[in-house]
């Protein structure tokens, strides 16, 4: 994993002195006598890119890099001890770094992109059986056990910009109306986000919006316009419209 410097470069976008900010600021390594955060983190990178399938095996393989341990600023682990970590660590703290990467990430798509079109979604996980109905049974919906992703990609390069895990029963306009709103873009999402008083915060931002209405939304056509011939098989109606209420 480390050969040809592959895991220093994943790491360049990585800022230590923000991380170890956002530990302190949820003083997730209080009670820590050895193993902390950071520690976790390099950890967890190493399980995903090597694609370690057990705890084992992540012990076995990290150990073997010792030289490397010094230059990330990290050291030998246990198993017991990572799990334990995983178990009890507030998660709150990656999800926060997360946050700043995309942002980051964000930023330059911005930079190298004039006119952005941005896709909001969401998917369900399953999780339940042993295991898992602990802490997922309560939080079921009709359709799913387990947890709701929601996701916000940048649609020319399939970048994602915004990443929130929630409980399966959150909404989807629940966890849209904390997405950052920026001006000139545009946002794409299906009939989960429907509120009319998000759709004018976008508006009030000096965005722009695509939907679909309810099929009982009370609208009054003000003008129809021509949708042309060339459009005629992909566009069934072209209308401002204005709220009967």
């Given at each position: 994993?480390?050969?040809?410097?592959?895991?220093?470069e994943?790491?360049?976008?990585?800022?230590?002195?923000?991380?170890?900010?956002?530990?302190?600021?949820?003083?997730?390594?209080?009670?820590?006598?050895?193993?902390?955060?950071?520690?976790?983190?390099?950890?967890?990178?190493?399980?995903?890119?090597?694609?370690c399938?057990?705890?084992?095996?992540v012990?076995?393989?990290?150990?073997?890099?010792?030289?490397?341990?010094?230059?990330?600023?990290?050291?030998?682990?246990?198993?017991?001890?990572?799990?334990?970590?995983?178990?009890?660590?507030?998660?709150?703290?990656?999800?926060?770094?997360?946050?700043?990467?995309?942002d980051?990430?964000?930023?330059?798509?911005?930079?190298?992109?004039?006119?952005?079109?941005y896709?909001?979604?969401?998917?369900s996980?399953?999780l339940k059986?042993?295991?898992?109905?602990?802490?997922?049974k309560?939080?079921?919906?009709?359709?799913?056990?387990?947890?709701k992703?929601?996701?916000?990609?940048?649609q020319?390069?399939?970048?994602?910009?915004?990443?929130?895990?929630?409980?399966?029963?959150?909404?989807?306009?629940?966890?849209?109306?904390?997405?950052?709103?920026?001006?000139?873009?545009?946002?794409?999402?299906?009939?989960?986000?429907?509120?009319?008083?998000?759709?004018y915060?976008?508006?009030?931002?000096?965005?722009?919006?695509?939907?679909?209405?309810?099929?009982?939304?009370?609208?009054?056509?003000?003008?129809?316009?021509?949708?042309?011939?060339?459009?005629?098989?992909?566009?069934?109606?072209?209308?401002?419209?204005?709220f009967?209420?």
């Amino acid at each position: 994993m480390y050969r040809n410097t592959r895991f220093g470069e994943l790491m360049k976008g990585l800022s230590r002195p923000s991380f170890d900010k956002i530990v302190k600021e949820h003083k997730s390594d209080k009670y820590s006598k050895g193993f902390k955060s950071w520690d976790q983190l390099i950890a967890m990178i190493y399980t995903q890119v090597s694609g370690c399938r057990s705890l084992r095996e992540v012990e076995t393989g990290f150990n073997s890099q010792t030289l490397h341990h010094y230059h990330l600023g990290t050291r030998s682990i246990k198993r017991s001890t990572l799990s334990d970590a995983n178990a009890n660590r507030d998660s709150e703290v990656f999800a926060q770094l997360c946050g700043q990467l995309l942002d980051q990430m964000g930023r330059t798509v911005r930079n190298e992109i004039k006119d952005l079109l941005y896709l909001i979604d969401s998917t369900s996980i399953t999780l339940k059986g042993l295991g898992f109905n602990d802490w997922t049974k309560e939080n079921k919906n009709n359709h799913t056990q387990g947890i709701k992703v929601h996701i916000m990609t940048e649609q020319s390069q399939s970048i994602p910009i915004y990443v929130s895990i929630t409980a399966a029963n959150i909404n989807d306009i629940e966890d849209g109306r904390k997405i950052p709103i920026e001006a000139g873009a545009t946002y794409v999402f299906d009939k989960g986000y429907y509120d009319y008083n998000w759709w004018y915060r976008i508006h009030k931002r000096d965005a722009f919006f695509v939907s679909r209405f309810k099929h009982n939304a009370a609208t009054n056509t003000i003008k129809a316009f021509n949708c042309g011939s060339d459009n005629s098989e992909d566009i069934l109606e072209d209308s401002l419209v204005e709220f009967k209420n």
